[in-house]
């Protein structure tokens, strides 16, 4: 199975600043099948990023995914006070379908 | 707009049969989607237990096939989780996943339904 290691694991920024996560799988990823999710305490995870690169209705802008291959990176623009979560990765392009370990995003 | 609802065990017994179904509402279970359980063990990260197609299909992951069996009531809209031999291991959060049709991520979640397993 594809193993997907996020980084870092712990991420410590102010509001107002640019987050940058990693994501990196250990084979290639079938057709950019990837996904970014963002998990609050006592929530499910809710769907930010599909195809690598595409928003999922209603997320902001301000979410944009990136790469190919083996590495891929979720960016949050200008973080807002509600950003500040958990955030996963997936690859859905080969089977099992597999989940990075999660990168928390916290209030510096 | 699909939500769907995990049923409520609890407490299950090791060595026992864990038992949760999810009902789909705001849609039909037999679109053009797959049906999927995730888990999510205390403090931990996720992982995808398998998914079942209207028509009866079924996907599991390989580290769980041989306890796991899902299955899909139609006539009810909903889908169900079996996981027989249940260990202290198989604590945790469990959600029911819409999975998108012919894309395979999945952009529906339920709130999901905290199992714990304990004699």
């Known amino acids: 199975e594809i193993v997907l290691t996020q980084s870092p694991g712990t991420l410590s920024l102010s509001p107002g600043e640019r987050a940058t996560l990693s994501c990196r799988a250990s084979q290639s990823v079938s057709s950019s099948n990837l996904a970014w999710y963002q998990q609050k305490p006592g929530q499910a995870p809710r769907l930010l990023i599909y195809?690598?690169?595409s928003r999922a209705t209603g997320i902001p802008d301000r979410f944009s995914g990136s790469g190919s291959g083996t590495d891929f990176t979720l960016t949050i623009s200008r973080l807002e006070p509600e950003d500040f979560a958990v955030y996963y990765c997936q690859q859905y392009g080969s089977s099992p379908g597999t989940f990075g370990q999660g990168t928390k995003l916290e209030i510096k | 707009q699909v939500q769907l609802q995990e049923s409520a065990p609890g407490l299950v017994k090791p060595s026992g049969t864990l038992s949760l179904t999810c009902a789909v509402s705001g849609g039909s279970i037999s679109s053009n989607n797959w049906w999927s359980w995730v888990r999510q063990p205390p403090g931990k990260g996720m992982e995808w237990i398998g998914e079942i197609y209207h028509r009866g299909n079924t996907n599991y992951n390989p580290s769980l096939k041989s306890r796991v069996t899902i299955s899909v009531d139609k006539s009810k809209n909903q889908f169900s989780l079996k996981l027989s031999s249940v260990t202290a291991a198989d604590t945790a959060i469990y959600y029911c996943v819409k999975i998108i049709g012919g894309y395979g991520y999945m952009d529906v979640w339920g709130k999901g339904t905290t199992v714990a397993v304990s004699s």
């Open positions: 195809g690598a690169s």
